[in-house]
């Protein structure tokens, strides 16, 4: 009898210890079914004539029956020119099509260029035919001690070329100005 409960007690205190431990992170997947695919320490790169153009890593991937696209948690993503790291991009969550190689950043998205220009979003997406960085939501843009605001954004990883769609506000002299297009509501 001693043993019974001994033994009982074992079970019980591995199955509590089982239900303990860190939160796992939630899934990016708007279904509710379980993946049919989990890859962890996900890693995809794009080369273009042996030239590196960037390099894709989630903490975790799922890939989900019926989409297109694989989920990503902890996600970050490299960006090269001309063989040299120039920006790179972090967030919460994403998804990428294996098939266009576009991706949509989720969730404290941040770009950190090699010259420390940095740009915020809540959502950005990436164009890999176009090689175009972009949202639709609101963004902050940080140069030095310039720092540009608005609703609506394009540009290249490297953030050289920004075409702002609303409600630019920011601090940027004019010469920089001439750079920025897009208009004010």
Not at 79 to 100: C, D, P
Not at 117 to 128: F, G, I, P, Y
């Amino acid at each position: 009898m001693t043993r019974r409960i001994f033994a009982l007690l074992i079970v019980l205190g591995l199955l509590l210890a089982s239900g303990c431990g860190e939160k796992e992170e939630e899934s990016p997947s708007p279904t509710t079914e379980s993946p049919i695919q989990t890859i962890y320490g996900y890693h995809t790169v794009e080369t273009e004539r042996g030239q590196m153009r960037w390099e894709l890593f989630g903490n975790r991937a799922e890939r989900y029956a019926g989409e297109e696209d694989l989920h990503l948690i902890g996600v970050r993503m490299y960006f090269y020119s001309e063989g040299n790291l120039s920006a790179t991009l972090t967030s919460k969550t994403g998804s990428v099509n294996e098939n266009t190689r576009n991706m949509v950043a989720k969730g404290d998205v941040k770009i950190v260029t090699e010259d420390d220009r940095t740009l915020q979003s809540e959502v950005l997406n990436w164009d890999n035919e176009r090689r175009i960085i972009s949202t639709d939501l609101f963004f902050r843009a940080t140069d030095a001690d310039k720092v540009l605001t608005g609703i609506g954004l394009e540009t290249d990883p490297k953030m050289t070329d920004l075409v702002i769609k609303q409600q630019v506000e920011g601090d940027a002299p004019e010469s920089s100005q001439e750079s920025v297009e897009g208009g004010q509501n």
